[in-house]
């Protein structure tokens, strides 16, 4: 990193600072959106979570681009970064009793970086303070209280704090709201709490070939060293556990054959969700660029599955490649001929188990 790129990062830190230690301070920033006619009354949301999971780089955010398109299914904008201390982990609000602390714990990591830049959200605007507002006038209710109740709290206030959403649109036929938490398949505590509030919601988790994840994940991020290869193993390990113990509410889609056949893919998820089959889930999202896979580098706005996304050419180390063949690999192809559902159910393809890389 050269020296003017480290002074753009550590100012860039000093100005979130004081955002970081008084969240409400984005209140302000969104005054200018009360021109918008608010809406007196607001719709309660009580849906289950569908969480898309996976690592970065294996393909969770267009499983929820596909998702998000289907009628019964309510998106929420962005990774749901609520968790303590990071990303990785479900949130645990157990003895913090003071709803405004509760709301304070509950802000998204990315939505704060993100509302600092009003212009990028120029297509749907969100009132910082009334999301605030109606999370703490309901959350007063919660005298008992009971985390799951706080969650859905802190989803009516903010589906409910987007000014120019039509509001008369919400209905209760939706019968999931969908989100991505990437980390959430890495630690199997997280997955546990997870299910603790949430009974009723289910988890996908996106698996992609350990050469062609690693080959893009080391690229992408270039602070993931060989920890992200654990990663993936415990992702792995996660899956095996998580199938059995969640049966029916825990499933895993190979990512790679879902970009071979996206159709039969998507088809297999809404049949283990319970969902019916909307034609609109088959190609990614036609929103504008934020909502669009982020995966698919200069081709944002396409409306199609990249298939190229599985043929480019690899560039590990060789002892990287040694450890994925002899540790990682073995483990990875179990995973895939017995806890992937959309391999499960497709035996149209005979090389649909066969590796996508040279070994």
């Known amino acids: 990193m050269n020296i003017s790129r480290k002074v753009n990062k550590r100012l860039k830190k000093l100005a979130l600072e004081p955002i970081w230690r008084n969240p409400f301070y984005l209140s302000a920033k969104s005054s200018y959106r009360l021109l918008f006619r608010r809406p007196e009354n607001f719709y309660e949301f009580s849906r289950p979570l569908l969480v898309i999971s996976g690592l970065q780089r294996s393909g969770t955010h267009l499983v929820e681009n596909l998702l998000k398109n289907h009628p019964r299914i309510l998106s929420y904008y962005r990774e749901l970064q609520i968790g303590k201390p990071n990303k990785y982990y479900w949130p645990d609000l157990d003895g913090i009793t003071d709803p405004k602390e509760r709301f304070a714990a509950l802000i998204p990591q990315n939505m704060i970086k993100h509302f600092l830049s009003l212009n990028a959200h120029e297509n749907f605007f969100f009132d910082f303070s009334r999301f605030r507002n109606i999370f703490l006038s309901i959350e007063k209710k919660n005298a008992e209280f009971d985390q799951r109740q706080t969650l859905n709290n802190f989803f009516t206030a903010y589906f409910n704090a987007y000014l120019n959403c039509n509001h008369s649109n919400f209905h209760d036929e939706y019968q999931y709201i969908v989100t991505t938490i990437p980390g959430l398949s890495i630690r199997e505590d997280s997955i546990s709490s997870f299910y603790r509030d949430y009974p009723d919601g289910k988890i996908i988790v996106s ?31 996660n899956v095996k556990w998580a199938s059995g113990e969640y049966k029916g509410r825990f499933f895993a889609v190979s990512f790679d054959h879902l970009i071979k056949d996206t159709q039969s893919s998507i088809r297999s998820i809404l049949r283990h969700t319970g969902l019916a089959i909307a034609e609109t889930s088959m190609y990614p999202s036609n929103f504008p660029d934020y909502a669009t896979d982020n995966s698919t580098f200069g081709h944002k706005k396409t409306k199609s599955v990249l298939k190229d996304k599985i043929k480019r050419e690899l560039d590990i180390p060789d002892e990287d490649a040694a450890h994925i063949k002899s540790n990682i690999y073995p483990l990875y192809r179990q995973v895939l001929e017995n806890h992937t559902i959309n391999l499960a159910e497709d035996k149209r393809h005979d090389d649909a188990l066969q590796p996508l890389h040279a070994t």
């Open 207 to 237: 698996l992609r070939d350990p050469y062609l994840w690693w080959n893009s994940a080391r690229k992408h991020t270039k602070k993931l060293k060989t920890h992200g290869l654990e990663r993936y193993a415990n992702t792995l390990k």
